[in-house]
């Protein structure tokens, strides 16, 4: 299995940044793609980006698009979030995903604990 652990939330002022980490651990060798999500209070969860471990092809959510950045350190086993010109509508738990091979086929996903990002206007 893997786990994961975000880290980097906290509180700024509209317009301001934030870089989110998540760290991976365990069978991190069978990990193919890592996600993004985020869950405002009283809303489903939406994705937010993805990037794939190897090729890095990414993925926005149009609402991120041109203000987020996804990255990821294969050697460190930790994927960042970089969040800039942040809004208040930002605000949400961000959970971090790691989509992984199984030992006998198929895939499974694990996700974090989450890291809470908070915008005061």
């Known amino acids: 299995q893997v786990q994961l652990v975000e880290s980097g939330g906290g509180m700024v002022q509209a317009g301001g940044s934030l870089k989110l980490s998540c760290a991976a651990s365990?069978?991190?060798?069978?990990?193919?793609?890592m996600a993004w999500y985020r869950q405002a209070p009283g809303k489903e969860r939406e994705f937010v980006a993805s990037?794939?471990?190897?090729?890095?092809?990414?993925q926005y959510a149009d609402s991120v698009q041109g203000r987020f950045t996804i990255s990821r350190d294969t050697a460190k086993n930790t994927m960042y979030l970089q969040m800039n010109i942040l809004k208040p509508e930002d605000t949400a738990i961000y959970y971090c995903?790691?989509?992984?091979?199984?030992?006998?086929?198929?895939?499974?996903?694990?996700w974090g604990q989450g890291t809470q990002v908070t915008v005061s206007s």
């Open positions: 990037i794939t471990w190897s090729s890095e092809t990414i």
């Open positions: 365990g069978r991190t060798f069978s990990i193919y793609l």
């Open positions: 995903k790691a989509r992984a091979l199984r030992g006998v086929g198929g895939s499974y996903d694990s």
